[in-house]
Nanobody, 125 residues
Framework: QVQLVESGGGLVQAGGSLTLSCAASGSTFSSYTMGWFRQAPGKERAFVAAITWSRIRTYYADSVKGRFTISRNNAKNTGTLQMSSLKPEDTAVYYC??????????????????WGQGTQVTVSS
């Protein structure tokens, strides 16, 4: 069993930066693929970024490529999403998620068994 807790959300002006953190409990987290998803009001949950347990591969949604960076520290059971050049359309609740199998599509929310409670990111224009 893995529990995930996000932090770091807040209000930021367009063009600004924000770093989200995900703290995981459970010794097996280091072997899971970790992903970030977001959900804006009235929209479905959408993939943002993912990183394999080995940190060898990272994946990004086209909308955030070049602006967001995903990373993880397996020794500390933490994950990070660094966001820069933020836009109003990045406003959403951001969720950290963990995929035990790591064998499916990293951009599919159905692959992830564990989810955090979410943290709000609001970008003002």
């Amino acid at each position: 069993q893995v529990q995930l807790v996000e932090s770091g959300g807040g209000l930021v002006q367009a063009g600004g930066s924000l770093t989200l953190s995900c703290a995981a409990s459970g010794s097996t987290f280091s072997s899971y693929t970790m992903g970030w998803f977001r959900q804006a009001p009235g929209k479905e949950r959408a993939f943002v970024a993912a990183i394999t347990w080995s940190r060898i591969r990272t994946y990004y949604a086209d909308s955030v490529k070049g602006r967001f960076t995903i990373s993880r520290n397996n020794a500390k059971n933490t994950g990070t999403l660094q966001m820069s050049s933020l836009k109003p359309e990045d406003t959403a609740v951001y969720y950290c998620a963990a995929d035990p199998s790591g064998s499916g599509s990293p951009s599919s929310s159905y692959e992830y068994s564990y989810w955090g409670q979410g943290t709000q990111v609001t970008v003002s224009s």
